[in-house]
């Protein structure tokens, strides 16, 4: 049985940093993208992030870029999202997925984990 398991959201300050992860289990994900999505009240789930579990490049949300970076352990068998400088706006859920494309539709990703709160305070 597949599960990801996400962990290290909570409450920051605007222009403060938080470490995201997700533990991944089940299966083996070496031909997997893991990304990073997240949904603020009444909008849709958005991508953030993704890599490839092999490496290679890494995607990102122009509204991220240049201050959130995936990546991944693999001894681990966990990805983690940092994110600095954050700002209010990414006030969400933010949910860790597992799927055999990187593109940015969250319904072409097959696993999800139940998803970690991140609130910046203004």
């Known amino acids: 049985q597949v599960q990801l398991v996400e962990s290290g959201g909570g409450l920051v300050q605007a222009g403060g940093s938080l470490r995201l992860s997700c533990a991944a289990s089940?299966?083996?994900?070496?031909?997997?993208?893991m990304g990073w999505f997240r949904q603020a009240p009444g909008k849709e789930r958005e991508f953030v992030a993704a890599?490839?579990?092999?490496?290679?490049?890494?995607y990102y949300a122009d509204s991220v870029k240049g201050r959130f970076t995936i990546s991944r352990d693999n001894a681990k068998n966990t990805v983690y999202l940092q994110m600095n400088s954050l700002k209010p706006e990414d006030t969400a859920v933010y949910y860790c997925?597992?799927?055999?494309?990187?593109?940015?539709?969250?319904?072409?990703?097959?696993?999800w984990g139940q998803g970690t709160q991140v609130t910046v305070s203004s």
């Open positions: 997925a597992a799927g055999l494309s990187s593109n940015l539709y969250a319904a072409d990703w097959s696993y």
């Open positions: 890599m490839w579990w092999s490496g290679g490049n890494t």
């Open positions: 089940g299966r083996t994900f070496s031909r997997y993208a």
